[in-house]
C-alpha cells in the first residue's frame, strides 16, 4: 500500500541529491577526461576509472530510487499546475529517470564494446556487451556524450522549473524535496 506525504519521503530526497551530486561529477569529470587530459596519460585512465566506478554506483541508486518511488508515492503537483504544464512536469520527471539509464547503458557497452570490463572501484562486472571493435565502440561513445548532454539540458530545465515555481508562480515546490525542514 503506498504511503502518501506532502514532502518526498526522506530516503527519496536523500537518493535524488546525492544522485543530482553525482551526475554534476560524472559531467565535469566526463568533459575534463576527454577534453582536457592527455590522452592516455595517467591521469586520463584514472578518471576513465573514477568515471565508471561512479556510473556503476549512479545506476545501483538509480535503481533504488526507482524502488523508493514505487513503493512510497511522491506529493501530488499543487493543484494550481495545470494542462499542459502539469504534463511537462511529468514527462521531465520520467526523462530523468530513463536518461540516467540510457546515458549508463551506453557507457557500459562502450567500454564491453572496447574490449574492456566495466570495473567498480577494482572490482569485475558483468559482462553485458560482447567485444565488437571499434565501430560499435565508437558509435555507444557518441551516443553516451549526446543522451549526457540531453540529460543535462533535462536536468538544467528540471532545476529551472522549479525555480520558476517558486518565485513566479509562488508555490514552493522545491520545499517537497529539501532535506531540512523536518520529515
Request: proline share 4%.
Amino acid at each position: 500500500m503506498p504511503i502518501f506525504h506532502e514532502k518526498y519521503h526522506l530516503a527519496a530526497r536523500l537518493i535524488h541529491w546525492i544522485m543530482a551530486a553525482g551526475f554534476a561529477f560524472m559531467w565535469g569529470c566526463g568533459y575534463i577526461m576527454t577534453t582536457l587530459v592527455e590522452d592516455d596519460s595517467p591521469l586520463e585512465e584514472f578518471l576513465f576509472d573514477l568515471h565508471i566506478s561512479v556510473g556503476v554506483t549512479l545506476l545501483a541508486l538509480l535503481v533504488l530510487r526507482i524502488a523508493v518511488r514505487l513503493v512510497i508515492t511522491p506529493p501530488a503537483l499543487p493543484a494550481s499546475i495545470r494542462g499542459m504544464e502539469r504534463t511537462a512536469a511529468h514527462l521531465g520527471h520520467a526523462a530523468l529517470y530513463a536518461l540516467p539509464a540510457l546515458v549508463i547503458a551506453a557507457g557500459w557497452a562502450e567500454t564491453n564494446f572496447g574490449g574492456h570490463a566495466v570495473q567498480w572501484f577494482g572490482v569485475d562486472m558483468p559482462r553485458v556487451f560482447p567485444e565488437t571493435g571499434e565501430d560499435l565502440q565508437d558509435l555507444s561513445e557518441d551516443m553516451h556524450m549526446w543522451l549526457a548532454y540531453t540529460m543535462l539540458a533535462a536536468a538544467v530545465g528540471h532545476v529551472a522549473a522549479a525555480f520558476k515555481h517558486r518565485w513566479v508562480d509562488g508555490h514552493d515546490v522545491i520545499r517537497r524535496m529539501a532535506i531540512g525542514g523536518g520529515s
